[in-house]
């Protein structure tokens, strides 16, 4: 979507092995979010971020670590993969009041072999 | 845990006919969203309604709101082939980092 990227869009990676993921948006929203999307269970929030340095965690977030270090960047990190983290993983943002809803990157298609 | 469950999980609907799914929740919220996937893409806004109103509109799409039997429901009017696609309500409970629960979605397929 306008405004926010993700990249890579496909990753096949072996288990054990670090794996980061990376959101960008140009649109200077404060919060940031990271989803995973899989059958049977809709989305569920991993980590979120509401300004630069300030992450906190979200409903699944054993097994994944996030950084913000500058406003239009937020990294998803999997330190140690693991098959159950095969997944599509979406970013978010939103701005102040949220009253516009939430704008998603096309996704990372992620596969842990 | 899932926030909202959406029903039906599928639906299939002929070109001009209406599409009704529901949506119920468990706690309070400030708002309710709706949104879009088309297969293989992220997710896309429809409609915002507040705790405080009762339905709200935005070109085919109607949606209600009643509180005290914590539900919703979207309805698309005049169906299209091109409303082919996942729908998803997310409900906000005014917490503090804005975030947003969803529903496990209903599957919409509108046949020509």
């Known amino acids: 979507d306008a405004g926010i990227t993700q990249s890579p869009r496909h990753k096949v990676t072996e288990t054990g092995t670090p794996v980061t993921l990376r959101c960008h948006q140009t649109?200077?929203?404060?919060?940031m979010y990271w989803y995973r999307q899989d059958p049977g269970h809709g989305l569920r929030l991993i980590h979120y971020s509401y300004g630069v340095k300030d992450t906190d965690k979200g409903e699944v977030s054993d097994g994944y670590s996030v950084s913000r270090s500058k406003t239009e960047d937020f990294l998803l990190t999997l330190e140690s993969a693991t098959s159950s983290q095969t997944s599509v993983y979406f970013c978010?943002?939103?701005?102040?009041?949220?009253?516009?809803?939430?704008?998603f990157g096309s996704g990372t298609r992620l596969t842990v072999v | 845990s899932q926030q909202g469950e959406e029903d039906p999980q599928a639906l299939s609907i002929q070109e001009g006919e209406n599409a009704t799914m529901n949506c119920s929740y468990k706690t309070s919220i400030n708002n309710l969203q709706w949104y879009r996937q088309n297969s293989g893409r992220g997710l896309v806004h429809l409609i915002l309604?507040?705790?405080?109103?009762r339905e709200k509109h935005s070109g085919r799409l109607r949606v209600t709101l009643d509180t005290s039997k914590k539900s919703s429901s979207l309805l698309i009017t005049a169906s299209r082939a091109a409303d082919t696609a996942s729908y998803f309500c997310?409900?906000?409970?005014?917490?503090?980092?804005?975030?947003?629960?969803f529903g496990g979605g209903t599957r919409l397929m509108v046949k020509p």
């Open positions: 997310a409900t906000s409970d005014n917490n503090a980092g804005n975030m947003l629960t």
């Open positions: 649109e200077n929203h404060r919060y």
């Open positions: 309604i507040r705790s405080n109103e």
């Open positions: 978010a943002i939103t701005g102040d009041r949220a009253v516009y809803g939430y704008t």
